[in-house]
Nanobody
Framework: QVQLVESGGGLVQPGGSLRLSCAVS????????MGWYRQAAGKQRELVAS???????NYGDSLKGRFTMSRDNAKNTVYLQMNSLKHEDTAVYYC?????????????WGQGTQVTVSS
């Protein structure tokens, strides 16, 4: 069974930092594009950042400079370093991955991790 497991969310004060992790586990042949999305209460899910297997990350509007996405292909893990957090960054953050299985391609999502920015 394939799983994407996120961790690292929590409560942080404005201006603080958090580092999210997302690890892919299970019987997979390869991990292609991975991404971070977020969904605030009452809003649509939006792209935070994405990264190909080999390459640099792309970021959603206005997030580059505060957020940095990286990946460790050996561990099938991606990270999202979030700095200078603002109230409006409060959301559930989801990890996504395009996976190569023996049976074909699978687009998978994690269960989400809550990030709350509040004083």
């Amino acid at each position: 069974q394939v799983q994407l497991v996120e961790s690292g969310g929590g409560l942080v004060q404005p201006g603080g930092s958090l580092r999210l992790s997302c690890a892919v586990s299970g019987s997979i042949s390869s991990v292609y594009d991975m991404g971070w999305y977020r969904q605030a209460a009452g809003k649509q899910r939006e792209l935070v950042a994405s990264i190909k297997r080999w390459g640099s990350a792309n970021y959603g509007d206005s997030l580059k400079g505060r957020f940095t996405m990286s990946r460790d292909n050996a561990k099938n893990t991606v990270y999202l370093q979030m700095n200078s957090l603002k109230h409006e960054d409060t959301a559930v953050y989801y990890c996504s991955a395009a996976l190569q299985l023996s049976t074909g391609l699978l687009s998978a999502w994690g269960q989400g991790t809550q990030v709350t920015v509040s004083s």
